[in-house]
């Protein structure tokens, strides 16, 4: 075996990563997730807000999966990649449109965060959006609304 593989063997071991413990947790803290999740979209459908994806994502898209958010929760995905625009999300079956849409948009909308690991430069950019009163729901590791 090379050192490389070794190292991260070894690595794996002292994370836990060989004990079902490990496994046991993350299954806890995922499904916590989902319910944290779940029940924040529900109470922000209830308050009236409108709900849309940004970044369709394929992360994304096993998180709305997993977590059963389809069309019936959020309205659209807006996207920067000509490609996906006028599709529609696998399962989960969301229109994906251009992110030009997020320009419209602003106050009592609240846009998931499918792209999560870009956060810092989609908040960037998306300044007029937050501006108007729009706020982005970042759903890892616990949901949070900005």
Known sequence: MSNSVKIFIDEEYSLGLDKIEFYHKFSTDVKELKKNLIELLVKLKNENKLLFGY??????NVLLNYCCIDH????????????????YTPGTHIPV????????????DVALLLAWNYQDEILEK????????????I????PELL
């Open 97 to 108: 449109i251009s992110s030009e849409k997020i320009l419209e948009r602003g106050k009592n």
């Open 139 to 142: 759903p890892v590791p616990q």
């Open 126 to 137: 998306e300044q007029l959006f937050r501006k108007r009163g729009g706020k982005f729901l």
């Open 55 to 60: 970044g369709a994502s394929a992360k994304g």
């Open 72 to 87: 019936q929760i959020l309205e659209y995905i807006v996207d920067t990649t000509p490609l996906k625009q006028g599709k």
